[in-house]
């Protein structure tokens, strides 16, 4: 492997991009985080992103953090702790991974579920858990590549 390129999960090799920074989110990325949840089907105002990043930012259970290429955002991830009956460490969920379209397959995505874990460990965490939507099929291929199981369905309902 020459020294522009790295691996990505699945093994295939790729030309090395601009370097990645991660870091928590902030309230000055409001207008990139409603654009990221957008793509991920989440549509949201810029004023609504904010108040989210405002609650979340006072919320010890949450934990949002962005990547960053070429000061440009370039994916958001999101961790949810909280302490569960069934175990006697804390539970931990990726609240939300997305990584925008055109910063897709250079291992971004990689890095901010790394990131996460790294927290859900720091945070005393055995096991991580996501949702994802029975269409992403190719969602569903990058956790698993990256070591998730399928182990249930999940249900909702809408509480009015």
């Known amino acids: 492997m020459g020294p522009h390129e790295t691996d990505d999960v699945r093994g295939r090799r790729r030309a090395a991009a601009s370097p990645v920074t991660v870091r928590e989110a902030a309230q000055r990325d409001a207008v990139s ?6 793509e991920l089907g989440y549509p949201s105002s810029s004023e609504q992103a904010a108040e989210r990043l405002e609650r979340i930012a006072v919320d010890p259970s949450s934990w949002v953090i962005v990547a960053e290429v070429d000061s440009e955002l370039a994916g958001l991830g999101a961790l949810h702790v909280q302490n569960l009956v ?9 609240a939300g991974l997305v990584v925008g379209e055109r910063f897709r397959r250079r291992g971004i995505g990689e890095l901010l579920m790394q990131a996460l874990e790294d927290e859900a460990r720091r945070r005393g965490g055995k096991v991580m858990v996501l949702n994802t939507a029975h269409r992403r099929a190719d969602a569903h291929a990058f956790y698993e590549a990256l070591g998730y199981e399928h182990t249930g369905r999940r249900y909702a309902k809408e509480l009015t």
């Open 33 to 38: 985080v409603a654009a990221l949840l957008g």
């Open 86 to 94: 069934e175990r006697d460490e804390p539970g931990c969920q990726v």
